[in-house]
């Protein structure tokens, strides 16, 4: 038997953990998964990558220090996808293009290339469903492209492609 860290409740993606959404729970061994998190301080003020189920065995992969990760001169920035079913195929991790297409000059170009996915935040219940404003999604760019991509943000519609 080992002690391992679980949620205390169901919690959404982009939570940022306190010591309260956890507890600890004794599991058999080899029913644990490969890098099971068995210290609690290990996840609190880290960032939950995906939503995470009541009783879930925390491990790695189900969050990450993004606000603190990220490379120097580097930034957290928010992409709001016009397309909302895209953010359903995007996975932490994931490395895109994101393209500005503006459609009174028939235009499209990458305006931030090889953005890593840090999350996609869930909408508190009394605001789920996709929106009229589309999806959004962390990325992890550098400084510069984030001001390309928040201008680009403000007169196009952003959508992205897999590398």
Do not use: C, F, Y
């Amino acid at each position: 038997m080992i002690t391992v860290v679980k949620a205390k409740s169901q919690l959404p993606g982009g939570t940022v953990v306190s010591a309260s959404d956890l507890v600890l729970d004794r599991v058999v061994a080899a029913d644990a998964p490969k890098g099971v998190i068995t210290d609690r301080l290990a996840m609190v003020g880290k960032t939950l990558a995906v939503p995470v189920a009541e009783n879930q065995m925390m491990t790695p992969l189900t969050a990450t220090a993004a606000r603190s990760s990220v490379p120097q001169g580097h930034v957290i920035a928010p992409l709001r996808l016009a397309d909302s079913a895209l953010a359903t195929l995007l996975r932490p991790g994931d490395v895109v293009d994101v393209i500005a297409a503006d459609a009174q000059s028939a235009q499209a170009a990458v305006v931030a290339a090889a953005a890593r996915v840090v999350t996609i935040p869930e909408l508190p219940d009394d605001r789920a469903g996709p929106g009229p404003e589309g999806a959004l999604v962390l990325i992890d760019v550098d400084s510069q492209t984030a001001s390309v991509l928040a201008q680009a943000a403000a007169s196009a519609t952003l959508s992205i492609i897999w590398r």
